[in-house]
């Protein structure tokens, strides 16, 4: 049986950390250690989760150098094989999420990454219906990009292709994607189910400076390829998620 970590980062998470963590425990997939890398949260977050550790639970509680830093912490120590992240304010969609990507990776041990559809939500309303659909070569360069949350990836392929560049402070998660897929061609799967319920006001969307800045970043992932052009990006971006709005 394969063991499965999942990582949660938390910062001042204790309206939302609950949530997480009962998504997780009521996984049909047992085989599942909790990483808990917290950033010295000041409310009560750090308390809830010390009130749900179990034997298969890792914490950490101290200051980090932003999400993304945090993440590689969580890689870091994590003993399981396959490493989903799932942050603080997300949840498992279904209690079967787990058990299907787990199946996707032992019915094929040549798969490293397996990248599935999520949903948007603000106020319990799904706002978006993030539905990636199959990559294809230099797809990131037309606006292309799974969401994240629902991006499952062996331990093996992130000793050998690298975790999360801290360059990016807005984008890595986009960068890390991007290498894997596009500049390594790693062994993926797609499956086209909901993988994972995100709540709406992400770092990267929070505010519309740190929009902006996240698209500077995504200028400098891309600018060195032969077939960029940045104007074709933005529009087709934008086009990828209008269609995604849930109207």
Not at 24 to 47: A, M, P, R, W
Not at 167 to 177: G, I, P, R, S, T
Not at 225 to 234: A, G, Q, R
């Amino acid at each position: 049986m394969i063991k499965v970590s999942v990582i949660t980062v938390s910062y001042n998470s204790e309206k939302t950390i609950e949530d997480t963590i009962a998504s997780v425990k009521s996984q049909s997939y047992k085989l599942i250690e909790h990483v808990f890398v917290d950033g010295n949260s000041l409310d009560n977050t750090t308390n809830l989760i010390k009130q749900n550790l179990s034997k298969n639970s890792l914490f950490i509680s101290e200051k980090d150098d932003g999400l993304y830093h945090a993440m590689n912490k969580g890689i870091s120590i994590a003993t399981g094989e396959i490493i989903f992240i799932l942050n603080s304010d997300d949840i498992f969609n279904d209690n079967l999420v787990i058990e299907k990507v787990v199946k996707i990776f032992t019915e094929n041990e040549s798969i490293e990454l397996v990248y599935g559809d999520l949903i948007i939500t603000k106020l319990n309303k799904i706002v978006r219906k993030w539905i990636a659909g199959d990559f294809k070569y230099h797809s990131f360069l037309n606006g292309w990009c799974p969401g994240h949350p629902s991006v499952v990836i062996k331990k093996k392929a992130y000793e050998k292709y690298g975790v999360f560049d801290l360059d990016y402070k807005y984008a890595a998660d986009l960068e890390l994607m991007f290498r894997f897929l596009d500049k390594n061609k790693c062994k993926y799967h797609y499956l086209n189910e909901i993988l994972v319920n995100m709540r709406a006001g992400g770092k990267s969307n929070k505010n519309l400076i740190n929009v902006i800045k996240q698209n500077i970043e995504n200028i400098k992932i891309f600018k060195n390829c032969n077939n960029f052009n940045f104007i074709k990006f933005f529009l087709s971006k934008f086009k990828h998620r209008y269609k995604q709005l849930n109207r």
